[in-house]
């Protein structure tokens, strides 16, 4: 049996933990978890450890959270660490050539899209957004350039109508872990050829902004239902102003005709409101400060376009 890599892992998120339990059940030697600073978190906006870093604390590993990853200090850190690996999954800032050049087999990436579609921070939603039929995992080594380093595997995932962004990045965090153990096993045994991206076919999705989940009527169903599944779990897509927001987190396109806006039906099983083209049905909502409900139990309580502005 090889004996273990020394890998050091960055990445934050959910999405960074799966790996890192992954890595941690093949006995690779985790030399240190890397994660962004703790933030505030919550109504009491009170310092909250990542995933990853809670994580590590259980198992006894280091944690390194360095404001910015340029600093000299930071990277001398890893230098004496002197890993063979670094594993980034997740993570959130750009890693320097400096630390780049440490590990003598790279730095490899796991990123929830099949590359060169959808580099940047939020793949998973803008492939439901703009109707892929698949999405997937790739790895890939780490270059200055965001998330364009040469490919090394991919692996396909089928995009589901039920699927949300919530729903499909647990898919492909489970497949991304599976990705990365086979990636490191072919890095060691030197049976892996890197592959260039081809770059007119990049493709960027960008952060995700809270104004992206408001829902204008006038845009086909086919389109709203999308925002629905790409905006959960956030921003979420919404009706409504300021702080009485009328969110919408499951829906379904239907062939309804009507001034854009306007109810077309409402009872237990749904309510409809007519778009664009053809129409939506509201499946689960949640009014501002209550819980997610059925239609059922938001028509006991509510009174439609009085109470709410949809």
């Known amino acids: 049996m090889a004996e273990p890599l020394k890998i050091l892992f960055m990445g934050t998120p959910e999405f960074a933990l799966t790996s890192l339990e992954k890595l941690s059940q093949e006995r690779e030697n985790i030399v240190a978890v890397v ?67 440490i590990p003598r087999l790279g730095a490899v990436n796991i990123h929830s899209s099949l590359l060169p579609k959808y580099r940047g921070a939020s793949p998973v939603a803008y492939a439901i957004l703009n109707g892929e039929e698949e999405t997937g995992v790739t790895s890939m080594l780490i270059v200055r350039k965001l998330d364009a380093g040469p490919i090394l595997l991919q692996r396909a995932l089928p995009i589901e109508s039920e699927d949300t962004a919530g729903t499909l990045q647990d898919q492909l965090a489970r497949l991304g872990a599976e990705l990365l153990i086979e990636t490191i096993e072919k890095l060691k045994a030197g049976k892996i050829q890197p592959r260039p991206q081809d770059e007119s076919q990049a493709v960027y999705a960008p ?64 309510i409809e409101l007519a778009c664009g083209k053809g129409s939506l049905r509201i499946l689960e909502l949640q009014p501002p400060g209550k819980k997610k409900m059925t239609p059922e139990a938001f028509l006991a309580g509510h009174h439609l376009g009085s109470e709410f502005n949809f």
Not at 81 to 94: E, N
Not at 231 to 250: E, M, S
Request: glycine letters at 8%; proline letters at 9%; aromatic letters at 8%.
């Open 207 to 270: 952060a995700l902004k809270k104004e992206q989940g408001r829902i204008d009527w006038s845009e086909p169903a086919e389109i709203i239902w999308r925002k629905v599944r790409a905006f959960n779990p956030w921003p979420g897509a919404y009706v409504g102003r300021g702080d009485r927001l009328l969110k919408i987190w499951k829906a379904a396109p239907a062939q309804g005709k009507g001034e854009p806006g306007t109810i077309l039906e409402a009872h237990q099983k749904w």
């Open 35 to 101: 994660c962004q600073p703790d933030k505030p978190r919550g109504r009491g906006r009170k310092l909250m450890p990542c995933p990853s870093k809670k994580w590590a604390a259980e198992h006894n590993i280091a944690v390194i959270q360095p404001e910015r990853c340029k600093d000299c200090e930071f990277v001398d850190q890893i230098r004496r660490l002197a890993p063979d690996l670094i594993v980034v999954a997740s993570f959130g800032q750009i890693l320097p050539d400096e630390l780049l050049a």
